[in-house]
């Protein structure tokens, strides 16, 4: 099948997960992705180490499929090998603030008098035109402004979600954004700066609460994995194990009064729509944790998908890797990486195409790993890329 991107060159100086991911997903579509990165590493690279060089394992995950260089665009040298890096690529990918990327040559007005038709793909934790979009941020900030962190955990105790998920949010829409600049530029020849940041994505995945909040002024406060729209909607522990069971809209309220036996509960005003129920979600709540507590894991569930109620086990991360269901779709691909024994467990593309591929090309790139060879390319010879290393410069 062929590659989207075929033909596409991405210089990736992305950092931790929004840039490299949304990266990672244009090689995932057939780019030529190199990754650039400090002559010693960046921090990105040593987050959550799993190897004997030290790479993490988010490195692990949004570096795959990538070639990976060295290169310090500061020295004068690396700014000349950064300039010939550009002029041969398509799609620039940074999430750095504008003045950073100023200080770098990595800024849109530098990148265009090199290439005047490239795409820069930019991400920053607050976006552009506000008094923090100078800040520096992470995914946690980002759900700690939006509101979200807020209305979780229980009240008085803000909770972080424990995976990045703004990241890999931002990540997604950093991409999207990229594959339509590209459209553009098939069709209009023109270039341009494709802009996505931490806090946008956040407001969007918060939009409903707000949208709520400004319109009817509920002052939510937490409750911990209980929703309070509809219910039963709620992690229940069972004899064995937790549950985590999801009922919206009244036909699935009406098949889990009829499991848990109590039909009268149709006709109680309090439990009239979701939102009602919601508001009552505490009394439902109680009573599908006495019919849980009564079960197994297996037992709750079996009873559960034969009512056809949503509902799925919490698992631990050793659960997620031995479930049946997991392992059966083939979704995390086994990649051997530099330094260890153990191959990693790299997630593909989170998406499929059926007539064109989509697909996770190879492991991350150890430190340095195409260097040389990708100054061959650009027409360096042995001795000028024997220098460049002595004097830091890649």
Not at 192 to 205: D, E, G, H, K, N
Not at 241 to 252: H, R, S
Request: aromatic share 6%.
């Amino acid at each position: 099948m062929p590659d989207p991107l075929q033909g596409i060159r991405v210089l990736d100086f992305g950092r931790f997960i929004a840039g490299p991911f949304c990266a990672a997903l244009l090689a995932d579509l057939g780019a030529d992705v190199i990754r650039v990165e400090k002559v010693r590493g960046g921090e990105d690279r040593f987050l959550m180490p799993v190897t004997e060089a030290g790479d993490g394992a988010y490195y692990l995950q949004v570096n795959r499929g990538k070639r990976g260089m060295t290169l310090n665009p500061r020295a004068p040298e690396g700014r000349h090998v950064l300039q010939r890096l550009v002029a041969t690529a398509d799609v620039v990918v940074a999430n750095l603030p504008d003045a950073a990327l100023k200080a770098l040559g990595l800024d849109y007005d530098a990148l265009t008098a090199v290439k005047p038709d490239v795409i820069l793909t930019s991400v920053s934790a607050f976006g552009t035109g506000g008094p923090s979009s100078h800040r520096l941020g992470f995914d946690g900030i980002g759900q700690a402004m939006s509101g979200i962190m807020y209305l979780s955990g229980r009240p008085g105790e803000p909770t972080k979600a424990y995976c990045p998920y703004v990241d890999f949010t931002t990540a997604l829409v950093a991409t999207v954004g990229t594959l339509a600049a590209l459209l553009v530029r098939r069709d209009t020849g023109q270039g341009q700066q494709v802009r996505a940041s931490l806090l946008a994505s956040a407001l969007t995945i918060a939009n409903g609460m707000l949208m709520e909040q400004a319109m009817i002024r509920p002052d939510r406060v937490a409750t911990g994995n209980r929703s309070q729209t509809q219910g039963p909607s709620d992690a229940f522990r069972t004899r064995d194990g937790w549950v985590l069971v999801q009922c919206i809209g009244q036909p699935l309220f009406r098949r889990w009064t009829e499991l848990i036996g109590e039909p009268h509960w149709l006709d109680d005003p309090r439990f009239g729509d979701d939102r009602s129920r919601g508001d009552h979600g505490g009394v439902i709540s109680e009573r599908m944790a006495a019919w849980c507590g009564q079960r197994t894991t297996e037992e709750a569930l079996a009873a559960l998908d034969a009512a056809r109620i949503p509902a799925g086990p919490v698992l631990s991360p050793q659960q997620v890797l031995d479930d049946a269901h997991v392992q059966a779709i083939g979704f995390l691909r086994s990649l051997a990486s530099p330094g260890s024994d153990v191959d990693a467990p790299v997630a593909d593309t989170p998406f499929t195409l059926s007539a064109a591929s989509a697909a996770t090309r190879g492991r991350a790139p150890a430190l340095g790993e195409h260097t040389d060879a990708i100054l061959t390319d650009l027409g360096y010879s042995a001795p000028a890329i024997a220098a460049l290393h002595d004097r830091g410069a890649a």
